[in-house]
């Protein structure tokens, strides 16, 4: 091959040939056409099928990684919701149980009640048709004899318990009036009557947690499986929850002409259309997914017996609540639409304030002090669970109670009851102050021999905030991590 001397170490021709290019000597024009060759230095058109565009190929690279992060994040989520479900369901059992004061506790009706005890739950009944039209359900004989004869152990604790003599109270007036105490009793079980209770539920829970965990353990037909109780039901609302709220946020703030949602509340002049968009958006997304946590709270609560089993997971119990409450209407209209509104406006609006009461009533900054900003937190979020908790509590309680309407407006005839693992309150609860006022003035455990009635002991304060010592330990644990991450922080600036 000839090569130019003033260019020695060129292999290729610097002057063109006949049909060749100096710079390209074996480009061969037309060799393209051929179907089985291809030129690497021609460019592909736009025109030719295998051609892809540069932003539409990033485009698929995003949206492959977007997916895998997706998944990753979901099954992550799932175990982060098996990992905390077993707390959860030991706190809700705690909330929604009945553990009254002896002298105003109201007894549940029994089997082996004579006709005497007929006219004490109509009076009872008289008391609160007032008020509310749902307590059918509570004086009904047949659902008694089925919790009793489960393990068929009922004529025998009926034989053997002791004949109750002390008279039932309620708001300290006497419900048996003319009546023989010794008569009335028979047939009634207290929460606290070993021999009476029916076999699938547990003792009342009156040592926290740990507790809850260890009695629905050893309890026949829970076992461990009955710590992830309404698992699937949670890890669902809250990838839901995770999804919806973002995006009717900015939304919201599109309509509005607000700053981006990305941009913390603290970072804004004026955070006021910002933090109502903010809590408007949590707010609607609660009430959409509010028969997610309606579900969620009946599967935790329900025993899980087969033969008084009444849901069998979440898609069975949402067609059972459409048939025999009322449909869509009676799934959000009910009895639990206030609680609802109020839970899911306070909780963004207290949590999302937080970070702007340190930073602009306490004048504390995170980066100057971290010790103080995690205090005051820690501070913030104990009185957050102060006012959120007996909300929570009396939410889940009305959550438990069925409605016995049809779409129709009739009573459901086909209705079963709900068999708790807990024992609940006979009379239901007519809204959301009903239910505080009965908790605080019946409720607050069995008291100790000889301990006289107090403020303390005689109102059951302590009931709406079943669970309060869990989530302030772990509100703890959390400061005491960040303060330990802060100075080693500091530690490595220095």
């Excluded at 005491?480 to 922080?489: C, I, K, Q, R, T």
Aim: with cysteine; net charge negative.
């Amino acid at each position: 091959m000839m090569t130019d001397s003033s260019h020695p170490y060129a292999t290729f021709p610097t002057t063109p040939g006949k049909g060749t290019h100096g710079l390209r000597p074996y480009y061969t024009p037309g060799i393209n056409n051929n179907g089985n060759n291809f030129n690497y230095t021609s460019i592909a058109s736009s025109n030719d099928p295998s051609y892809q565009p540069v932003d539409d190929y990033d485009d698929l690279i995003d949206s492959r990684a977007a997916a895998r992060e997706l998944i990753n994040f979901s099954v992550l989520k799932f175990l982060t919701t098996a990992f905390s479900n077993p707390f959860e369901v030991s706190k809700t059992l705690m909330q929604v149980q009945y553990i009254p004061h002896e002298d105003v506790e109201i007894l549940t009706t029994t089997a082996a009640a004579t006709t005497v005890d007929r006219p004490v739950a109509e009076l009872e009944r008289r008391k609160y048709k007032s008020k509310s039209k749902t307590y059918n359900d509570f004086f009904s004989s047949s659902s008694d004899d089925d919790d009793d004869d489960f393990y068929g152990d009922h004529h025998h604790h009926q034989q053997q318990r002791p004949k109750r003599t002390a008279s039932i109270h309620h708001d300290g007036d006497d419900l048996h009036q003319g009546l023989d105490s010794k008569e009335v009793a028979i047939g009634h079980r207290s929460v606290y009557d070993d021999a009476t209770r029916p076999s699938y539920q547990i003792q009342p829970i009156d040592k926290g947690v740990w507790q809850g965990i260890g009695r629905l353990m050893k309890q026949p037909c829970e076992g461990w499986r009955a710590l992830f109780k309404g698992q699937y039901t949670n890890w669902l609302y809250e990838i839901c929850h995770l999804f919806l709220q973002p995006t009717v946020e900015g939304s919201l703030n599109d309509v509005f002409g607000l700053y981006d949602d990305t941009i913390p509340l603290v970072h804004l002049d004026h955070v006021g259309p910002n933090l109502a968009t903010l809590v408007s958006s949590h707010l609607l997304v609660g009430i959409l997914l509010s028969p997610l946590e309606l579900i969620r709270t009946r599967l935790i609560v329900q025993s899980a017996s087969p033969l008084q089993r009444k849901y069998k997971g979440p898609v069975h119990a949402l067609r059972t609540i459409l048939e025999e409450e009322g449909g869509l209407k009676g799934l959000y209209m009910n009895h639990n639409l206030w609680p609802t509104i109020c839970y899911h406006a306070l909780t963004p609006l207290l949590r999302n304030t937080t970070p702007l009461i340190i930073d602009r009533v306490f004048r504390i900054s995170s980066n100057d002090s971290t010790f103080l900003y995690g205090l005051a937190e820690l501070g913030l979020r104990t009185l957050e669970l102060v006012l959120l908790l007996p909300l929570e509590t009396i939410r889940k309680r009305l959550q438990c109670q069925l409605s016995n309407k049809t779409n129709t407006g009739k009573q459901s005839r086909r209705q079963q009851p709900l068999h708790t693992v807990v024992a609940m309150r006979p009379v239901p609860y007519t809204g959301m102050v009903d239910a505080a006022y009965r908790i605080v003035t019946e409720e607050g455990g069995r008291r100790r021999k000889n301990q006289t009635r107090s403020v303390l002991t005689g109102w059951g304060w302590r009931g709406l905030y079943q669970g309060f010592s869990m989530q302030c330990t772990s509100n703890i644990v959390l400061f005491v991590l960040h303060a330990v991450s802060g100075m080693e922080d500091d530690f490595e600036d220095f």
